[in-house]
């Protein structure tokens, strides 16, 4: 439900919404989550008064408790939709990274312009610069999607999870799932997850699955630690928490469950919810 409001909201936010367009997400949770202001917005018809549909469409939001999105927010997840479109073939890419990189520029998003400001210049040439590099549609496409899925899987999160980077490991607990617990916070793993150095991996969740008694080659590996670094890779998605010299990856594998939870104990708190979508 979360990515129709996003996706609505950036409409609002670039001034592109229609009155139609809160009615159909009114219709989407008409079975969903029927709330009496649900019913009403999306049994609105013939002709739409703009400002009357908006100010039914916050009666209906407020009612299913969502919050309204930042514009920071609604622009990040467009550029990420658009990317999406990327990966595969198809015939639109030449007009989806033309929208991606003006909407970099529009909205001051540095990174994702110089990202793409390559490809932005190559697609430029072949249309209008002369192709001295004698483009061909078919190898612009494939420079898109080559392109695109390189930058897909190794972007990072933008959290920097300083509220809880530079902490001992205090204890490891496994009793009823593998939780490491830190001087001020906890990790708790719930999915597959593995433990390497720069070389090679030293233990991995199938290796404690049929030698229960590894859990010591856990806690001699990660206790007294120091945690250096988190990477968080959405689009896989993947966590990796940097030890000291070690690399705890953990790797979320399924659609109906949580894969983990960092906190810091007091107002910090990231998870993996089910499906692998980061909160």
Known sequence: MIIELLELYYKKYTDTVQASDYVAWAIDHLYSEPTAEINKLASVRGQLNIFEVEEMFEAARKSMQYEEPSEEKCVSFHVRQLHSQLIMPNERV???VKE???CAITHDLTEIQMNWQDVSDAIDEFQYGGNPDSYTLEKIHNLIVMHARRLWHVQPSK????????QKVTAIDFETQFSIHLEKGFIEVECPWRIRDTNVILIGDTDIQSQKWEWKTVKELLINKTM???????ECPLLIIQFDNLFLDIIHTSAFFDGWRLSDDEDFFVFSMHGGHIV
Not at 159 to 166: A, D, M, S, V
Request: charged share 25%; net charge negative.
């Open 94 to 96: 030449l007009s989806i």
């Open 100 to 102: 991606i990189y003006d």
């Open 159 to 166: 959290n920097t999870f300083k509220e809880i980077i530079g």
């Open 228 to 234: 250096v670094d988190i990477q968080v890779f959405e």
